[in-house]
T-cell receptor
Framework: DVKVTQSSRYLVKRTGEKVFLECVQD?????MFWYRQDPGLGLRLIYF???????EKGDIPEGYSVSREKKERFSLILESASTNQTSMYLC????????????FGPGTRLTVT | RKEVEQDPGPFNVPEGATVAFNCTYS??????FFWYRQDCRKEPKLLMS???SGNEDGRFTAQLNRASQYISLLIRDSKLSDSATYLC?????????????FGKGTKLSVKP
């Protein structure tokens, strides 16, 4: 079974703090993704990565950065957290071969106060 | 036209009912189509892929109409455990490397 894990299920941070969200997958997938999910807005793609040290902006990259130093790990960084970044953050991975099915981690519910 | 558009819902149905969800997509170059299921406060999980010829998995039937850019999901004999949000998903622009576009989802509540 594919396993995608995220470092925290719940996180509370203060405005202005630097926040790291970690995602690890154990299936040697090339592609990894970070989404945020908000009521009424659905899943929105923040950043994705096709390979180690590669990254591409998604639909809403502003206020975020990412890091992919190892194939299995994809980190999302909020340089200076703001209250409008309160959200559910979901990481996903998919192999480069196949039909593009994405496997999701359990999500991190981040609250910025 | 939004990239992936779904019935707004919510759908409230009794146990045993048949319910159908519809979805349209805007990118005619899309090659991969899915229905994902998301339970409350959980991550999305693949329910089924959707193939051109249509496909069935137990009580679930998915159909694809490429000409109309339309996808459907039919659930027969609804169970309480089918209550969830159903996401219509299409692969992204140019079919590039696994980039998926998610619909906003349709919420289904199956009542006793």
């Amino acid at each position: 079974d594919v396993k995608v894990t995220q470092s925290s299920r719940y996180l509370v941070k203060r405005t202005g703090e630097k926040v790291f969200l970690e995602c690890v997958q154990d299936m040697d997938h090339e592609n990894m993704f970070w989404y945020r999910q908000d009521p009424g807005l659905g899943l929105r793609l923040i950043y994705f990565s096709y390979d180690v040290k590669m990254k591409e902006k998604g639909d809403i990259p502003e206020g975020y950065s990412v890091s992919r130093e190892k194939k299995e790990r994809f980190s999302l960084i909020l340089e200076s957290a703001s209250t409008n970044q309160t959200s559910m953050y979901l990481c996903a991975s998919t192999p480069v071969e196949g039909n593009y099915e994405q496997y999701f981690g359990p999500g991190t519910r981040l609250t910025v106060t | 036209r939004k990239e992936v558009e779904q019935d707004p819902g919510p759908f409230n149905v009794p146990e045993g009912a048949t319910v159908a969800f519809n979805c349209t997509y805007s990118n005619s170059a899309s090659q991969s189509f899915f229905w994902y299921r998301q339970d409350c406060r959980k991550e999305p999980k693949l329910l089924m892929s959707v193939y051109s010829s249509g496909n069935e998995d137990g009580r679930f039937t998915a159909q694809l109409n490429r000409a109309s850019q339309y996808i459907s999901l039919l659930i027969r004999d609804s169970k309480l455990s089918d209550s969830a949000t159903y996401l219509c998903v299409v692969n992204g622009k140019g079919g590039s490397q696994g980039n998926l576009i998610f619909g906003k989802g349709t919420k289904l509540s199956v009542k006793p």
